[in-house]
């Protein structure tokens, strides 16, 4: 029987592996090379846990996951954030000025698009950070850099930091989602989070109608996010984070108008706040 583990989407040195490692310190982690075989590692229970990222506060949400989690019958049980601080890594005697192309993860090429601007090169996607460290290794051309962690540039002799904290943002964090296969025998009540998708019935004012239980029940209502299912390009879902437990006062309230007006209702979890979100606003 294999041993359980943190599923995470990438290559050692990338900074899902640093999440996972982090928020699983116990517990080995494996990468996989897409996110549906990470979802789908989790699903059969090969892999405990799975750290999926959801957003970032650069360059905003990964879109990918709305569309992995809904129908998974996985549980978000808890929520990781990670301070990214990205290098540009070339090879060992390259010079800033020799730079051309820039290999990264989109999401990472978006955090430092204005850096890249300033270097006057052309930014190229690449499967993930850690990848690309491994590519511009592999090619050996000086021309070449890649925009990862310095536990990247670490793993994979010939490279070398050529620049440290590029990210246009000084405080660029990504968050991710922490799901597993096992439903949790019984969720928080406190200070906890709750994720909820739905689709809104086909009746004037229905989004408006649907949210506003919470606001009568004074329930704060973390974020919202409209996305479009890959397969049903006419229908528009809803992803919506709010605070409290949905079957305890208030938020039962505001989940019982909410059903009211929604269709296809499906919540992924209800989970503690990661402590860190004491560090930027308090909660």
Not at 176 to 199: C, D, M, N
Not at 202 to 228: M, Q, R, Y
Request: charged share 20%.
């Amino acid at each position: 029987m294999k041993r359980a583990h943190v599923a995470y989407q990438g290559v050692p040195g990338a900074y899902s592996s640093i999440a996972a490692r982090k928020a699983f310190p116990k517990l080995p982690a494996r990468g996989y090379p897409t996110f549906e075989e990470v979802v789908a590692a989790a699903k059969r229970g090969s892999a405990a846990y799975a750290l999926l990222p959801i957003e970032n506060s650069t360059a905003g949400r990964v879109a990918d996951i709305h569309h992995l989690l809904p129908g998974s019958k996985l549980h978000v049980v808890g929520e990781y954030f990670l301070p990214v601080r990205h290098c540009l890594v070339g090879l060992r005697g390259a010079k800033w000025k020799d730079i051309a192309r820039v290999y990264s993860h989109r999401e990472a090429l978006s955090q430092c698009a204005r850096y890249i601007r300033g270097l006057g090169a052309e930014p190229v996607p690449f499967g993930d950070t850690a990848g690309a460290v491994e590519h511009v290794v592999a090619a050996g051309s000086k021309s070449n850099a890649a925009i990862a962690s310095a536990e990247a540039a670490a793993l994979h002799t010939g490279s070398t930091i050529l620049a440290r904290n590029i990210q246009d943002s000084a405080d660029n964090v990504t968050r991710f989602l922490i799901v597993t296969g096992k439903r949790p025998r019984r969720a928080p009540k406190e200070r906890v989070i709750t994720s909820v998708v739905y689709k809104v019935r086909d009746i004037p004012a229905a989004l408006f109608k649907s949210l506003s239980g919470f606001a009568t029940a004074g329930v704060n209502i973390i974020k919202l996010e409209s996305f479009v299912p890959m397969a049903r390009h006419a229908d528009a879902h809803f992803y919506i984070e709010f605070e409290g437990n949905p079957s305890v006062y208030p938020a039962s309230v505001a989940m019982e108008e909410l059903g009211y007006y929604a269709r296809e209702l499906e919540i992924l979890g209800t989970y503690a706040k990661s402590p860190y979100r004491r560090t930027f606003n308090g909660q």
